[in-house]
C-alpha cells in the first residue's frame, strides 16, 4: 500500500506562487515515478508534469516554464514550485505515484510487493484570482 497527502494549495492572485508537497508512505520502495495532475471545474483530469527515479522530468506545454516538479528521495516527498500563476491555473491539484505491476519486485536492495494499483492523493486546491 502507498499513501499519498497532499499539502500547500490556497488562495493567491495571479502572478503568484505557490508551492505544493505530496508525501508518500507505506510501500515507497514500489514507486518508480511521480506526478502532478490537475483536474479544473467541468473539464479532464490533466497531466502537469512528472519526475522518474533518475530525476528525469517532463512538463505539459500550459505550465512550462512556470512550474517545477522535484522529490525529495530520501523524505519521500514530492514538490511543484508553481510561478507566475495564472487564473486559468485553478484546479485541484493531484499526486500521482506509479508502481509495477501486481507482484513481488527486487528493487534498489529491497522486496517490493506491488499490489498494482494506481495510487492517488486527495487533492490539494489552488484557486488563482485576478
Known amino acids: 500500500q502507498v499513501q499519498l497527502v497532499e499539502s500547500g494549495g490556497g488562495l493567491v492572485q495571479a502572478g503568484g506562487s505557490l508551492k505544493l508537497s505530496c508525501a508518500a508512505s507505506?510501500?515507497?520502495?514500489?514507486?518508480?515515478?511521480m506526478g502532478w495532475f490537475r483536474q479544473a471545474p467541468g473539464k479532464e483530469r490533466e497531466l502537469i508534469a512528472t519526475?522518474?527515479?533518475?530525476?528525469?522530468?517532463n512538463y505539459a506545454e500550459s505550465v512550462k516554464g512556470r512550474f517545477t516538479i522535484s522529490r525529495d528521495n530520501a523524505k519521500n516527498t514530492l514538490f511543484l514550485q508553481m510561478n507566475s500563476l495564472k487564473p486559468e491555473d485553478t484546479a485541484v491539484y493531484y499526486c500521482?505515484?506509479?508502481?509495477?505491476?501486481?507482484?513481488?519486485?527486487?528493487?534498489?536492495?529491497?522486496?517490493?510487493?506491488?499490489?498494482?494499483?494506481?495510487?492517488w492523493g486527495k487533492g490539494t486546491l489552488v484557486t488563482v484570482s485576478l
Open positions: 507505506g510501500d515507497t520502495i514500489c514507486i518508480t515515478a
Open positions: 500521482n505515484a506509479d508502481i509495477p505491476p501486481p507482484g513481488t519486485y527486487y528493487i534498489n536492495g529491497s522486496y517490493c510487493r506491488s499490489d498494482g494499483m494506481g495510487y
Open positions: 519526475i522518474n527515479s533518475g530525476g528525469n522530468t
